[in-house]
């Protein structure tokens, strides 16, 4: 039956909740709850309130242009994903594991309706800002018929069985410390495992129909049918404890690579934004799909890694479970979908599983790149003394920001989006490149920064006196 008042266009030129200088006035007012500030600590276990957005930057950052392809590691970029991430994540519910009372503050300020208010400002400029790279870099075009979809993703069924390798594991398995570049793999997962199926849950309420019945199936495997122990999220946090990584969510913020951010905010955009129900379709079967292999594969490297130290039961959980949910997406979810919404919603379910595909894609090759970022220490420590002899020499002339810091001085963990030489004058520097791993910077030393890479620092003398060199590209400066 067709709706018999027909709506007209309603546009109002009174308000414009899409104002950049109205967005940018609540990001800054949404930093100044001190629950984001900077910390003095690289770690912060067991309070989800606390969470460093390196807040005073934000009145320098420009989020006017959205992202592309080529700026998506940008410290811009880390910012609006660390922010965009609190903000989702002030919809679901934390509570410490130890000592309640003494984070109790945290607690109020976290859900503070004033902040919760400011973040539901911020989110969709931030979405924007950040997804609508996706709107160019994924076209689907073609007359899309169920018939096709299905064939389309039974061919992806068959693509991920027949895998037999991952590079994001080789590189993990042929990095000169595996087990730091594991636990820093599992760190990026903790991000979204530890609070497993919350986006997801979004869209169980409402009304509509067996749709919501087959997904709420999913949803309570994932939940372990309401045992804690067999809670995937659970499992995940016996995977951390086997291998004496910190198991209560955002212990590791710091150490989440951009791109990890990046494919959880995903996620919750998706599941946020209810308009874009069909495309989570596309992309929950990609996540549920090619999580058999990877789930494989990564129980495969992981045992390598640690020995049997390791509980994997995370992993081989998945293995099993999401065969079955895989195929639930498929048969009882797509399939039906497309029945009785008819065949234009395929676009958006085709598009939300190339996205997701895509960014899977871009966080995977973040993280190669770290691990050989950080692998390569010594290397980027020894690449100092040239480049700075061409400054010294006047070949070059970057420009220069002098620091003097006391003892214990951290800055938190970010990018730059240019290489930057750090050059220590006198003192010692830590020179931060992942959790528990750095390499130490004497006077007279230093270390080529690369961009997009994530690094912080700690001051290990009375103070030090070091300078940051923009210098745009080493590579350049050398040749
Ligand atoms: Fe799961
Ligand atoms: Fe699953
Ligand atoms: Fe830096």
């Known amino acids: ?96 594991k130890h000592d309640f009372s003494e984070k109790r503050k945290d607690f109020e300020k976290f859900y503070d309706s004033r902040l919760q208010t400011l973040g539901s400002i911020i989110q969709p400029w931030l979405e924007q800002y950040i997804f609508s790279f996706l709107d160019t870099e994924v076209t689907v075009t073609g007359n899309w018929t169920a018939t096709a979809v ?104 710091q150490f989440y690579l951009t791109s990890s951010l990046m494919l959880n905010n995903y996620f919750n955009y998706i599941c946020a934004d209810h308009s874009k129900f069909f495309r989570y379709l596309g992309a929950i ?13 990564m129980a495969k490297t992981l045992k390598k890694v640690f020995g049997s130290t390791i509980n994997n039961r995370y992993f081989l959980e998945h293995v099993h479970i999401d065969h079955h949910h895989s195929r639930m997406v498929l048969d009882k979810m797509i399939k039906p979908a497309i029945a009785k919404y008819g065949e234009k919603i395929i676009p958006e379910i085709v598009r939300g599983f190339e996205e997701a595909k895509l960014i899977t894609e871009i966080a995977d090759q973040d993280f190669i790149d770290q691990v050989h970022w950080a692998d390569e220490g010594a290397k980027y420590k020894a690449l100092a003394q040239p480049v700075y002899a061409k400054i010294q020499d006047g ?7 002098q620091f003097i810091e006391p003892r214990g001085e951290l800055s938190v963990t970010h990018v730059h989006d240019g290489d930057e030489l750090c050059y220590i004058e006198s003192g010692v520097l830590h020179f931060v490149t992942g959790n528990n791993r750095y390499t130490v910077l004497n006077a007279g030393e ?34």
Request: aromatic share 12%.
């Open 1 to 96: 039956m067709k709706t018999a008042t027909a709506i007209s266009q309603e546009t109002s030129t009174g308000l414009n909740i899409f104002d950049y200088e109205y967005f940018k006035s609540c990001l800054i007012e949404y930093g100044k709850c001190n629950l984001f500030k900077d910390t003095e600590e690289w770690v912060l276990d067991d309070n989800p309130y606390r969470r460093t957005l390196r807040p005073h930057i934000f009145h320098h950052l420009d989020f006017s242009q959205p992202l592309n392809r080529q700026n998506l590691l940008t410290y811009n970029s880390l910012t609006a994903n660390r922010t965009l991430l609190t903000v989702y994540e002030s919809n679901f519910v934390f509570l410490p």
């Open 150 to 253: 299905e064939e389309y993703f039974n061919e992806y069924i068959e693509t991920v069985k027949n895998t037999e390798s991952s590079l994001v594991m080789e590189t993990i398995e042929n990095s000169i410390d595996p087990v730091h570049a594991a636990k820093t793999f599992l760190i990026q997962l903790a991000g979204d495992f530890l609070v497993e199926s919350s986006a997801m849950s979004r869209n169980i309420l409402g009304s509509f129909g067996s749709l919501q019945s087959e997904l709420f199936k999913l949803v309570i495997d994932e939940y372990g049918y309401g045992v804690h122990q067999t809670k995937h999220s659970r499992l995940f946090e016996e995977t951390l404890e086997s291998v004496g990584l910190e198991s209560t969510p955002h212990t590791y913020w």
């Open 285 to 297: 079967f990609y996540a549920e799909t090619s999580f058999i292999k990877s789930c494989e594969l």
């Open 395 to 401: 070949s070059i002339n970057p420009k220069m920001q």
């Open 446 to 479: 230093g270390t080529v920064i690369q961009r997009n890479r994530l690094h912080g620092a700690i001051i290990d003398s009375e103070e030090c006196v070091y300078n940051i060199y923009s210098i745009g590209d080493y590579k350049k400066c050398l040749s």
